[in-house]
Nanobody, 125 residues
Framework: QVQLVESGGGSLQAGGSLRLSCAASGRTFSNYVMGWFRQAPGKEREFVAAISWSGDSTYYADSVKGRFTYSRDNAKNTVYLKMNSLKPEDTAVYYC??????????????????WGQGTQVTVSS
């Protein structure tokens, strides 16, 4: 069992930056692929980014590529999503997700086994 807790969300104006954190409790955290998803009201849950267990591979959705940066600190069992140049369309609940033992970086919600409760990001124009 893995528990994930997101933090760092908030409200800000377009062009601003936030850093989201996801703290994981689990004995094999370092073996997990970690993903970020987001979901706006009335929309499907959308892939944002994924990072390998080693931290040497990342994969970003086109909508955030060049603006968001994903990193992980296995010693702290924590991953970070730095979000720059935020846009109103980035407004959503952001979810941390995890899956164990994958050699690739999944991008579909059904490919992830564990989910956090989400943290709200609101970007005003």
């Amino acid at each position: 069992q893995v528990q994930l807790v997101e933090s760092g969300g908030g409200s800000l104006q377009a062009g601003g930056s936030l850093r989201l954190s996801c703290a994981a409790s689990g004995r094999t955290f370092s073996n997990y692929v970690m993903g970020w998803f987001r979901q706006a009201p009335g929309k499907e849950r959308e892939f944002v980014a994924a990072i390998s267990w080693s931290g040497d591979s990342t994969y970003y959705a086109d909508s955030v590529k060049g603006r968001f940066t994903y990193s992980r600190d296995n010693a702290k069992n924590t991953v970070y999503l730095k979000m720059n140049s935020l846009k109103p369309e980035d407004t959503a609940v952001y979810y941390c997700a995890a899956v164990e033992g994958w050699g690739r970086l999944p991008s579909l919600p059904i490919e992830y086994h564990y989910w956090g409760q989400g943290t709200q990001v609101t970007v005003s124009s």
